[in-house]
Every structure is written in C-alpha cells, then in structure tokens.
Nanobody
Framework: VQLQASGGGSVQAGGSLRLSCAASGTIFNINVPGWYRQAPGKQRELVARISSGGTTNYADSVKGRFTISRDNAKNTVYLQMNSLKAEDTGVYYC???????????????WGQGTLVTVSS
C-alpha cells in the first residue's frame, strides 16, 4: 500500500490550492484519512481528518478556510485550501489507517509529503 500526495506549490497569500492523496495497492478499507503539516522548525501537526462516515475535524487555525473530503471509490482524500496565509507554509503529509483484507489489522501509512509555500 502506498499513499501518493500531490497538489502542493507556491501561491500568494489569499490564494488557493487543492491537495490530493491517493491510496494504491491491496486495500479493503481506509479509516480516518487526514492531512498533517510540518512547518520549518516545528513539530508535525494535524490539519484535518475525515471519518468513514464523513465526520470532519480541523485544526482551529484552518477552520473556515480548509475543507477535507474523500472519494471512497477512488481511495482518495482531498484538502481544499482557501484564503491561504503565510503561516500555512509547510510540508503537508497525508495519513491513513488501511487494512488489506476483511478482519485484517489496520496499518498506519504516510504519504511522501508535498510542499506548500505561501508568500505574503
């Protein structure tokens, strides 16, 4: 199983980006995929996550600006980021717990990270 993140880039403050994270391999189901970010010199932090039922959680700093969604048919999770600020700069990682077969164990997977740079 692999998670492939894409969609990062450089934008000016106030701009938008959409990140995608596609899971590939032998997948039975995906539990609570989410996005984390790590700014230079800081610890990795949760940005947003979404349950299999569609319940979402966001960091306070991104509420009202970011939207997480998932397409179960494509095994893909998205992060729409609007009204970007300089403090949103960092490497964004997708994460998910995935099991390859029914009744099998969930294993934790991370994508490779995609860089988001917001200039003020």
């Amino acid at each position: 199983v692999q998670l492939q993140a894409s969609g990062g880039g450089s934008v000016q403050a106030g701009g938008s980006l959409r990140l995608s994270c596609a899971a590939s391999g032998t997948i039975f189901n995906i539990n609570v995929p989410g996005w984390y970010r790590q700014a230079p010199g800081k610890q990795r932090e949760l940005v947003a996550r979404i349950s299999s039922g569609g319940t979402t959680n966001y960091a306070d700093s991104v509420k009202g600006r970011f939207t997480i969604s998932r397409d179960n048919a494509k095994n893909t999770v998205y992060l729409q980021m609007n009204s970007l600020k300089a403090e949103d700069t960092g490497v964004y990682y997708c994460n998910a717990q995935i099991r390859a077969r029914a009744l099998g164990p969930f294993r934790d997977y991370w994508g490779q990270g995609t860089l988001v740079t917001v200039s003020s």
